[in-house]
């Protein structure tokens, strides 16, 4: 069965500094992998989605996630962190064919000023 | 603002009652998806419909029923309610529940059960 494992549950990151979210999944196929952001309160709203070609993929909001197939990761990326990026950050896999996400246990992502 | 709309935002109630979520997805979309998310078991999908039937099935209990109506909003009912229930129930839709379809969520309704 597929599962994604977000290995750190919290990270604190330094305003304007870079930042990287670790996601690694199983699944025995290509999988189709995806970012979500969930604000306080809100519901879960997509970042951005792997499911062929460049392995490089941009999202909105400045991320980008490069996947790996090598170590089945699907890390997550900006370059410079905003305080308004301070949220829960959740992987996920959707196996071929079907839309049944699975979903890592989440990164709460922390910003100091 | 996603464009889906969930009702209610908050729902307290006791064991043993039974509940009813309401979910009406984006203006267009035919595919809701619903998930459950609490502390000790994440975020797991229970179910999807397209177009008023089941399409796919996740880790959703017995005590658990959901539909889609013909004007393509959704109900999940919770029945024989019990503490563990307790969570922040998400409804998601997307255009064509393709795999290869963003889903877009709802702001959620958070569940007490007491």
């Known amino acids: 069965a597929q599962s994604v494992t977000q290995p750190d549950i919290h990270i604190t990151v330094s305003e304007g500094a870079s930042l990287e979210l670790r996601c690694n999944y199983s699944?025995?196929?290509?999988?189709?992998l995806f970012w979500y952001v969930q604000s306080p309160g809100q519901g879960l709203q997509l970042l951005l989605k792997y499911f062929s070609g460049d392995t490089l993929v941009q999202g909105i909001k400045g991320f980008e996630a490069e996947f790996k197939r090598s170590q089945s990761s699907f890390n997550l990326r900006k370059p410079s962190v905003h305080w308004s990026d301070a949220a829960e950050y959740f992987c996920?896999?959707?196996?071929?064919?079907?839309?049944?996400?699975?979903f890592g246990t989440g990164t709460r992502l922390l910003v100091s000023p | 603002d996603s464009g889906v709309t969930q009702t209610p935002k908050h729902l307290i109630t006791a064991t043993g009652q039974r509940v009813t979520l309401r979910c009406s997805p984006r203006?267009?979309?035919?595919?809701v998806y619903w998930y459950q998310q609490s502390l000790d078991q994440g975020l797991q999908f229970l179910i999807q419909y397209y177009n008023g039937e089941e399409r796919a099935k996740g880790n959703i209990l017995e005590r658990f029923s959901a539909q889609q109506f013909p004007d393509l909003h959704s109900e999940l009912n919770l029945s024989s309610l019990e503490l563990g229930d307790s969570a922040l129930y998400f409804c998601a839709s997307s255009s064509s529940g393709d795999h290869t379809d963003t889903q877009y969520f709802g702001p959620g309704t958070r569940l007490t059960v007491l």
């Open positions: 203006s267009g979309d035919l595919s």
């Open positions: 699944y025995g196929a290509t999988p189709y």
């Open positions: 996920a896999v959707g196996p071929t064919g079907f839309q049944k996400l699975v």
